[in-house]
Each structure stands twice: as C-alpha cells, then as structure tokens.
C-alpha cells in the first residue's frame, strides 16, 4: 500500500511569509503527527490529529497550526515564518496513535531566507 | 514520559553484531520501549517494540531485563546500509490514547567495510 506522502519536497520562503504543508497518511490510518527536525533541537513533537480533532500538543508558538480533514490528510501552517522555521517537517500517521507503530514520510525540508 | 539516555554515536564493521543500549531508568509500569532508525533525509522507521524480555524480528532483536531499566537493540551482522541514527522511545501510549513520539539524541551507528 502507498506510504505516507508529503508535499511539497522542499519549499524556500521568505521571513515574514506563511507557509501550508501537506500530508497524506497511509489509507486507513486515523491519526497523524507532526514533527520539526533541527540539527540543534533535534526530532520534536509539533501536534497530533485525530478524525479531525487536535489530540495532543507540543511546545511550539501559536504561529504553528493544523487541521485534519474528513479523509484523514492533514495540513501545517506556519504563519510569520521567521529564519530558526528552517527545518525538516516530518508527517507520521498511525491507524490508532498511541503507542502504534508510526509511518513517517520523507519529510518537507523548508528554508527560511 | 521517561527520559532515554543512548551512546551518542557507535562505531562497527560490516558483518559483526551491534548491541546499543538505551537506559530508562525512570520507565513506568506501563510503558512501553520502541525502536526507531533514521536515515539522513528521510523520516524515522519503526523497528521494533518491547515490554519486557526479549523481543524479536526480521531485522532486529529487543532485550529488556526484568526491571525494565534498561534495554538493548541488537543488529546482527550489520551491513553499510545500517548506517543510521537509532532512536530508543518509551511511553505508554494505550489504545486510543494521543500519540506523542519524544526522539531524544539517538545513537549514531557508523558501519564499515
């Protein structure tokens, strides 16, 4: 079955700017996270959606949203970029969250400039 | 959620078993220990899941002693496209509860011919 789908691939964007990212799970799969990877920060938690409601919430500013559609894909907004934004932003989908196993997608690497 | 604590990074030669021991010692009664590899530009992949004992699979193997304060990840015969970062992940995360992956620094493996 098709994995996890991430779009786009990569994206640049300017300070200032807003940004939507996209992601479409595993069919089936009803939960879906979001995480930010740095090099300095490392893999974190960003949000987790759940048939269409937030479940579960990182540490992260107000200018980091989503939303889950009825079909389960999900989308990440990040509003007033500002340059520390620039990261890998990772999509992960399970069929039930908790402690199932995650599918990752190959991520959405934005450059802030 | 307990804090993992892993060998910043590890070195091996192709062919020989890799042992990377993660340390919990903070884990709870209903935690659970999960075992992700990543490779650079692409999102974590699940490996293995444990509680306690040992657990095994295609590709790996999960030791947890009986006080769960511990736990390795062993890889037999390791290949150079082992190379990776190993993340050691504990939480509980029941059924139907949100799903909140916490990476810590992981464990660097370098393989080589």
């Given at each position: 079955k098709a994995g996890v789908t991430q779009t786009p691939?990569?994206?640049?964007?300017?300070?200032?700017?807003?940004?939507?990212?996209?992601?479409?799970p595993i069919s089936g799969h009803r939960s879906v996270s979001w995480y930010q990877q740095t090099p300095g920060q490392g893999l974190q938690f960003l949000f987790e959606y759940f048939s269409e409601t937030q479940r579960n919430k990182g540490n992260f500013p107000g200018r980091f949203s989503g939303r889950q559609f009825s079909n389960?894909?999900?989308?990440?907004?990040?509003?007033t970029l500002e340059l520390g934004d620039s990261a890998l932003y990772l999509c992960a989908s399970s069929f039930q969250g908790g402690r199932a196993e995650a599918f990752f997608g190959q991520g959405t690497r934005l450059t802030v400039v | 959620?307990?804090?993992?604590?892993?060998?910043?990074?590890?070195?091996?030669?192709?062919g020989q078993e890799v042992n990377i021991?993660?340390?919990?010692?903070?884990?709870?009664?209903?935690?659970?220990?999960?075992?992700y590899q990543q490779f650079p530009s692409q999102g974590p992949r699940f490996i293995i899941q444990g509680y306690k004992t040992k657990v095994t699979n295609e590709v790996a193997s999960?030791?947890?002693?009986?006080?769960?304060?511990s736990s390795t990840l062993s890889l037999p015969r390791v290949s150079l496209s082992d190379t990776?970062?190993?993340?050691?992940?504990?939480?509980?995360?029941?059924?139907?509860?949100a799903s909140k992956l916490t990476f810590g620094t992981g464990t660097r493996l370098q393989v080589t011919l």
């Amino acid at each position: 079955k098709a994995g996890v789908t991430q779009t786009p691939r990569y994206l640049i964007k300017t300070r200032g700017q807003q940004v939507t990212l996209s992601c479409s799970p595993i069919s089936g799969h009803r939960s879906v996270s979001w995480y930010q990877q740095t090099p300095g920060q490392g893999l974190q938690f960003l949000f987790e959606y759940f048939s269409e409601t937030q479940r579960n919430k990182g540490n992260f500013p107000g200018r980091f949203s989503g939303r889950q559609f009825s079909n389960s894909r999900s989308e990440m907004n990040v509003s007033t970029l500002e340059l520390g934004d620039s990261a890998l932003y990772l999509c992960a989908s399970s069929f039930q969250g908790g402690r199932a196993e995650a599918f990752f997608g190959q991520g959405t690497r934005l450059t802030v400039v | 959620l307990a804090k993992t604590t892993q060998p910043i990074s590890m070195d091996s030669y192709e062919g020989q078993e890799v042992n990377i021991t993660c340390s919990h010692n903070n884990i709870a009664t209903n935690d659970y220990i999960t075992w992700y590899q990543q490779f650079p530009s692409q999102g974590p992949r699940f490996i293995i899941q444990g509680y306690k004992t040992k657990v095994t699979n295609e590709v790996a193997s999960l030791f947890i002693p009986a006080d769960r304060k511990s736990s390795t990840l062993s890889l037999p015969r390791v290949s150079l496209s082992d190379t990776a970062v190993y993340y050691c992940l504990v939480g509980d995360g029941g059924t139907g509860t949100a799903s909140k992956l916490t990476f810590g620094t992981g464990t660097r493996l370098q393989v080589t011919l």
